[in-house]
């Protein structure tokens, strides 16, 4: 397999111009017929090469002639033939199968439905094309299928035709308007439920909106329908951007690699995000579905309308429709704990995947499978950079920037450097500096040193910066970094923003009275590691006083990690009876009961890795027990009082309700650890009414091995084995399951009528699950967790190489433990790179791995 290089682009020969597609849908046998005009962009190009892979050529016609075998070349992904006049028009037909296409990208079919996914480069498996962001055209696609089992034939665009066949077949005709990259394009047929709604925009255009769910789930798409016209009118209010169809249409589907793809007029979406009811939904589900409906929506401007030169610029579009989806999602809920999630998923994954053997920057250099390079670093460290311009640009001006963007570049194909040149230019700031978070991976480690000099009242901070190699890159620059600080004294608290631009810089406060204490990296201000020890006192005193909640939330998990270090490094350490009193203080403050519960929710284990690494992960997990064990005993009554008050609040879809429902389950969470509340569990089960609830209880049984955990669970699948998405929910119980017998009960799962490796959801939802949540076995000392999860990779690397790729993750950052475990890991790696057929996906991750 070849690798691509960023430093080799070039523009493509030829345009195409227009494309008319002609499908006629078969399970096995799909017949696609396109016809290009394809026009030279230089005299000298003559051989056009076409991408296509797992086709069956029919036949090739140039201006109208068939072209004979030997006036064509066709092997196993490309299709090349001469361009003799400056225009000229093209048809091929091809064959496909749909059904037995596994790996879901191109078309392929999910339960009854076709669908496609052509992002990265699905397209080339439904016909030969130039296969490139920069190559725009205009789509014509007319859709042919049965008319009972298919009565919905959609494409991308406005509908222009349509009509019966012969064969009780009948078609559809979809004319896109916009000129788009093929990785846009999109084609659902099938038969669903139709939840329809409409859009009055700001200049007065009326948009029909359209939701397509499987039979009998209309009624879960109203919150999806609800967070589009959210979307819609937020994007409109705080960036002057409107849609530009008559139509936009959702479809919901259970087979689905990714979360949702943005097609132009035509999102296909994992039925995940956009299904919701009480019953079957957690809060966190409906927040999801929300920002996921919103992160599709707005890449129709940022994506569709202005879209990538090239696969190596995708945080071009990536990046900017995170941040903008982070941003949606703060003003419609609290902001501080929007922040700290998304702050959370950078130290947790995003750092170690940086650090590991697939670190790149986030504008990568070097590709050999582009569906590797739809990573935490191009997506949310790519958030993290565009909100580093939102801050030191200031709202205003990061508006103008952007309007800038589309001014100039509507309509093309751009790259990440036209993107912060127009931010550069609309705000008159020098960017060249910062344009290298483009360019250099890894995580900076920013060091703080303070200094207070009593007589003179000055302060000082000494900030240096420093990041370490990485496996692509050995030597590292410094950055151009904002950091927002807080300076907490008695006499009120001051706010800066520093700029860091060099290895080491000063800077000097004056006129206090005594030293203040340095909230440092306000709201996350930059995507950094930071190096600064604080005492227990300043923590508390940033945890009560510091303006900024983040602050506040971020200096009691610095107060968890320190404890956590403690008890791993001295095993006779007594955890301070100070820790509860500093924690009580956060319980009184009823305000915002979600921001307590995260205020209590203990780093997760894996960013704890990253801080601690290398280290023995079932030391970690002893630690993290008996801290959590050390909390609820010492505020055993106050959790229990909480968790009373919440208890039997009604179900409400609000802000107060939602929190309210975070506070009682972090509560119950701690006081699962004391078997005398297990009772507690068991009630919540039985009586609650919604799925957050359920799930919390079960979550907190699978954790402590509740006794009545599998009585609970027979119950839930008896309710439940008929829906999808709450079966799922069902496999990561199991998977998160804390007892010894786990590998046994994996086994009976992977055999259970319900598992399949085919549904990408289901597969993730044991096998993701148990890697990810469950550490004290995935970790185990025989290795058996991850021989289980080498034993489904290898099942997957032939059914969907891109899930197969993505659960690899957990095995190939192997250096983050201790020897014995890494070479436990490696051993298990090795097994798979033997795999004969090894895919494109898996061979670019061993190769850097070992
Ligand atoms: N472009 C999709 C998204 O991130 C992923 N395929 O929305
Ligand atoms: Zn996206």
Known sequence: FNARYLKDYLPSDFSINTIDLTFELDDNKTKVTSVMSISKNTSEANK???????????????????????????????????????????????????????????????????????????????????????????????????????????????????????????????????????????????????????????????????????????????????????????????????????IYMIVAVDFFNMGAMENKGLNVFNSKFVLADKETATDTDYFNVEAVIAHEYFHNWTGNRVTCRDWFQLSLKEGLTVFRDQQFSADM??????????????????????????????????????????????????????????????????????????????????????????????????????????????????????????????????????????????TKYALHIPIAIELINNEGTQSHLLELKSDNQQWRFSGFHEKPTLGFLANFSAPVKVDFEQSNSDLAIIMTSAKDKFLRWDAGQKLFSNTISQIITDTNYQIPAELIDILATQLCDNSDPALIAEQFTLPNFHELVEQFKPINPIKLVDALDKLKLFIAKGLEKQLLSIYQALAD?????????????????????????????????????????????????????????????????????????????????????????????????????????????????????????FAQNNSRYFHCETGRGYQFLADQICSLNAINPQVASRLITALIQYQDFDEYRQNLMKSQLERIAILPNLSKDLKEKLDAAL
Not at 663 to 684: A, G, I, T
Not at 685 to 697: G, I, K
């Open 48 to 246: 056009i090469i076409l991408n296509g892979e797992q086709l069956k050529l029919i036949a090739v016609y140039y201006n109208d002639t068939a072209l004979n075998a030997s006036e064509y070349q066709v092997d196993d992904d490309s299709l090349s033939f001469l361009i003799k006049d400056n225009e000229c028009t093209v048809k091929i037909v091809t064959e496909i199968d749909p059904e037995n296409n596994t790996s879901l990208e191109g078309l392929f079919k999910s339960g009854g439905a076709f669908c496609t996914q052509c992002e990265a480069e699905g397209f080339r498996r439904i016909t030969y094309y130039l296969d490139r962001p920069d190559v725009m055209a205009k789509f014509t696609t007319k859709v042919i299928a049965d008319k009972n089992l298919y009565p919905y034939l959609l494409s991308n665009g406005n509908k222009i035709d349509s009509g019966d066949l012969n064969n009780n077949r009948h078609f559809v005709t979809w004319e896109d308007p916009f000129l788009k990259p093929c990785y846009l394009f999109a084609l659902v047929a099938g038969d669903f439920d139709l939840l329809q709604d409409s859009y009055k925009t700001t200049s007065g255009r009326d948009v029909r909106l359209e939701i397509f769910v499987d039979k009998g789930n209309k009624t879960k798409a109203h919150h999806a329908m609800a967070s589009l016209k959210h979307s819609m009118r937020w994007d409109e209010d705080t960036f002057g951007l409107e849609y530009d169809l008559d």
């Open 333 to 474: 809920h609290s902001a501080a704990v929007t922040r700290i999630k998304n702050v959370r998923v950078m130290r947790a994954q995003q750092f170690s995947e940086d650090a590991g053997p697939m670190s790149h920057p986030i504008r990568p250099e070097k590709v050999v499978e582009m569906n590797n390079f739809y990573t935490l670093t191009v997506y949310e460290k790519g958030s993290e950079v565009i909100r580093m311009l939102h801050t030191l640009l200031g709202k205003d001006k990061f508006r103008q920037g952007l309007d800038l963007y589309f001014q100039r570049f509507d309509g093309q194909a751009v790259t990440c450097d036209d993107f912060v040149t127009a931010m550069a230019d609309a705000a008159k700031i020098d960017l060249i500096l910062f344009k290298r978070w483009y360019s250099q991976s890894g995580t900076p480690i920013v060091k703080v040193e303070e200094s207070f000099n009593t007589n003179s009242g000055e302060y000082q901070i000494n900030l240096s910066q420093l990041t370490l190699p990485t496996k692509d890159q050995a």
């Open 649 to 769: 609040k009604p179900y409400l879809n609000n802000a107060q309700s939602i929190g309210d429902r975070a506070l009682k389950n972090m509560s119950l969470s701690y006081l699962v650890l004391l078997p005398e509340h297990h009772d507690l569990v068991k009630r919540q089960y039985l009586t609650s009414d919604n799925m957050t609830d359920a799930l919390a209880a079960l979550q907190s049984s699978a954790t402590q091995t509740v006794e009545s955990f599998d009585a609970m669970m027979a119950s839930f699948e008896q309710r439940w084995e008929n829906t999808t998405l709450v079966m799922d929910k069902w496999f990561s119980l199991q998977a998160a399951y804390k007892g010894s017998n786990i590998f046994e009960r994996l086994k009976n799962l992977t055999e259970h009528s319900l598992f399949s490796l085919k549904n990408p959801n289901r597969a993730r939802s044991l096998i993701g699950a």
